[in-house]
């Protein structure tokens, strides 16, 4: 998905959007781990404090009552800015916390030099990337291997369930 200019989004009253520091990494990988179901190892391999500590690379939390519930990662690249591992905690879900966490994090990457924001979505957030302006320009197979059960194909490129 991809976006050129300024994400549309509202930003929550009770959400503090923060850029995280390279010895806040960690805080990253546990929110991502939980919003994510997945195992905080591969978190901790990839968002490091050494790889937050690169000028081109930002994680955000966005806090609710001083508590981290809303995470993501942007790496800004010549005129773009990726952004990446966008996970808020099921109890926080549905707010529009993830939301303003993007469109700040585009705001930023705009800031920083680029001129078209570009990620890579779920289903399950496709409505909620559209909502803020991105648009789909491509599809790509993704193949899961859920619990041992053997792979699973996403839908083939250009369908919709």
Do not use: K, N
Not at 19 to 33: G, Y
Not at 38 to 47: Q, R, S
Not at 54 to 83: F, N, S
Not at 114 to 127: F, I, V
């Amino acid at each position: 998905m991809a976006l050129a200019g300024r994400a549309a989004a509202l930003h929550p009253e009770a959400l503090t959007v923060r850029v995280l520091r390279p010895d806040e990494a960690r805080v990253h990988c546990e929110v991502a781990a939980a919003a994510f179901d997945a195992p905080l190892e591969l978190f901790m391999a990839l968002a490091t404090p050494r790889v937050l500590a690169l000028p081109e690379v930002r994680c955000y939390a966005g806090d609710v009552a001083g508590v981290p519930a809303v995470t993501a990662m942007t790496v800004t690249c010549g005129d773009g800015v990726g952004i990446a591992s966008v996970g808020t905690l099921p109890a926080h879900r549905g707010r529009g916390y993830a939301s303003a966490l993007v469109a700040r994090a585009v705001a930023d990457g705009l800031a920083a030099g680029a001129s078209w924001a570009w990620l890579q979505s779920g289903e399950a957030a496709l409505g909620m990337y559209e909502r803020l302006g991105f648009e789909e320009i491509e599809r790509w197979p993704c193949w899961v291997t859920p619990a041992g059960d053997g792979p699973e194909v996403s839908p083939p490129a250009g369908s919709r369930p």
